[in-house]
Each structure stands twice: as C-alpha cells, then as structure tokens.
C-alpha cells in the first residue's frame, strides 16, 4: 500500500495535481516500518551497529555516487559545482537530477539515534506504562521543538516516524488496556496534524493570493 501510494503520489506531482499531497505518506509508513523492525533488535555495541550500518549504506552510496560525479564532468561539465559535488558526499545536500537520494542521509541519521532510543528503551522499562508513554511523547515533542528551533536538515515528520516505529516494537507488547490508548494517541495525533498541516496549506495559499 506504502509503495502504491508513493507511485500515484510521483504521478500527481508529474502532473502538477494538488491531489499528490494527499497520497504523500508512503514515505513516513516506510520509515515507521524501518523504525519498527529496528525497535525488535538488542544493540550490547551502539558503535559496532553504528559502524556496521553506516558501512552497509555508504559503500554502495559512495561508489554510485563517484560514478555519477564522473559522468556528469565528462558530458556536462558545468552542471556541477565543487560544492554540489562536496555536499553530496557529506550527505547534507543531492546533486541535481539525483534528488531521490536524499533518503540516504535520512537513514544515517534514524541509525545514529537508534542506540540512543534503545538505551531509553532500557532506562525506562521498570517504568509503569503509562509513564513510559508520556516520557515517548515528550521525546517526540522534544525533537519537535529542536528541530523548529535549530531548523534542521531533517524534516521532523519522517524522523519522528522513525521513533515511533521503534517504540511501537516496545507499546505491542504492554497491556491490552495502555496498548490500546496508545495506539489511540497515535492516531488522533497523526489525523490531527496531517489535517493542520493540510488546512494550513490551503489557508496560506489563500492569503498569499488574497
């Protein structure tokens, strides 16, 4: 369904149809699932995971990216910029025509923070439930806050996707009682802000054309 709605999601965009935005959440099921399977795993060595993970990404990452860098300097030699090409291989930036790869520093990133949420985890596990799921929803509102303020690269929406796949990996195996009201503030939360986010699109639009 993910991988469906990103297909359809592509084709509005090609054809400019507003439409696109509503199919635009393919991405965000995929990092809660990527989130997911990572929040079942024990991470004893954050630095090994970290090192094994980043290995596994920029291998392939580096060496189709000196590939592509050396054909656009043979047969568009002045598409590129130094600092283009600089960027790209930092992860903080995609040369122009291989925008689909900006998922590459995305997923750096959710494996940097992975051993940290995975120490949370741990911290609070003697924790009655319903404390852990305030202290899940104050991180989520923590990196918010940061990202908004320090105005990271990340967009905060697929990252906080990430986090909450690895602690719904935690909230699938409480009670039936907190499993469900966390389910439910999951819910209402993601159908309330896709809807301000939505509403506040239009909104906008509006006033600017006002």
Aim: glycine letters at 4%; aromatic letters at 20%.
């Amino acid at each position: 369904m993910a991988t469906i709605m990103i297909i359809i999601c592509h084709m509005l965009q090609y054809y400019d149809n507003e439409l696109c935005r509503w199919f635009n959440v393919g991405v965000q099921i995929f990092f809660t699932i990527s989130g997911f399977l990572y929040g079942t795993k024990d991470i004893p060595n954050p630095i090994s995971f970290i090192a094994k993970s980043f290995k596994r990404i920029l291998i392939p990452y580096y060496t189709f990216l000196f590939l592509a860098v050396i054909i656009y300097y043979i047969f568009y030699p002045n598409y590129l910029t130094i600092a283009d090409t600089c960027k790209s291989f930092l992860c903080t930036s995609t040369i122009k025509g291989l925008g689909h790869l900006w998922f590459v520093s995305y997923i750096l990133f959710c494996y940097l923070i992975t051993p940290y949420l995975y120490w949370l985890r741990k911290l609070v596990e003697p924790y009655p439930e319903g404390k852990k799921l305030i202290i899940y929803c104050l991180l989520l509102l923590l990196y918010q806050i940061i990202s908004v303020a320090f105005k990271c690269y990340f967009i905060p929406d697929r990252i906080s996707c990430f986090i909450i796949g690895f602690f719904l990996a935690d909230i699938l195996r409480w009670t039936r009682k907190y499993k469900l009201i966390a389910q439910s503030v999951i819910i209402i939360f993601a159908i309330s802000l896709n809807l301000i986010e939505i509403l506040g699109k239009y909104l906008c639009s509006d006033i600017v054309g006002i």
